[in-house]
């Protein structure tokens, strides 16, 4: 489980660090998506962005310290699961699968750091 972890862990962290980028360069989709249909105020980006960067930095220290990469895959979770109900609230449902891949590996992650600890 110990090695599964790390490879979703590494796949996960990835992610997040590319969609942190993309908030933090307004890349156009990120504004069209989170900000435009969303309503994801712009000057939340950053703060966003922020969190994406600490669960990334949590999961990868969690390769060495099992509690840091629980703790850090559970509130990947949470603030994936948030960006699919503020899809669902404006009935976007059409981009859930935008937050929807990351919540997968970051469930992923959780069982997987949780059965190898």
Do not use: Q
Not at 25 to 44: D, F, K, M, T
Request: a neutral charge; hydrophobic letters at 65%; glycine letters at 8%.
């Amino acid at each position: 489980m110990f090695i599964a972890y790390v490879v979703v862990a590494a796949l996960l962290a990835a992610a997040l660090v590319l969609s942190a980028s993309f908030k933090l360069r307004h890349e156009e989709r990120a504004v069209h998506n989170i900000h435009e249909v969303v309503g994801v105020p712009l000057s939340w980006f950053p703060p966003l962005a922020a969190c994406e960067i600490a669960g990334a930095l949590g999961l990868l220290i969690g390769i060495a310290w099992a509690p840091i990469g629980i703790a850090a895959a559970a509130a990947v979770v949470f603030y994936m699961l948030g960006a699919i109900i503020g899809h669902l609230r404006v009935g976007d449902a059409a981009s859930i699968g935008n937050p929807a891949v990351p919540l997968l590996l970051a469930i992923a992650a959780l069982v997987t750091r949780i059965l190898s600890a």
